[in-house]
């Protein structure tokens, strides 16, 4: 049994799983018709935008 303590960061990741799942399944749906997608496709499929990778 996991620990009371993380239970609200677990609501918090099916929350936003829930919220974001048409995002989600976009790239797994052009994965299904191509096989191979580039990051940047990924990204633009699912309308999110790219967070600046910091050093």
Sequence with gaps: MWPASTRPRDEE????LTEHRG???AP?????ESETLEETDVYRIAQFT???KEI
């Design 23 to 25: 995002q989600l399944d």
């Design 13 to 16: 990741a099916c929350r936003k």
């Design 28 to 32: 797994a749906r052009a994965l299904l």
């Design 50 to 52: 790219r967070l600046s």
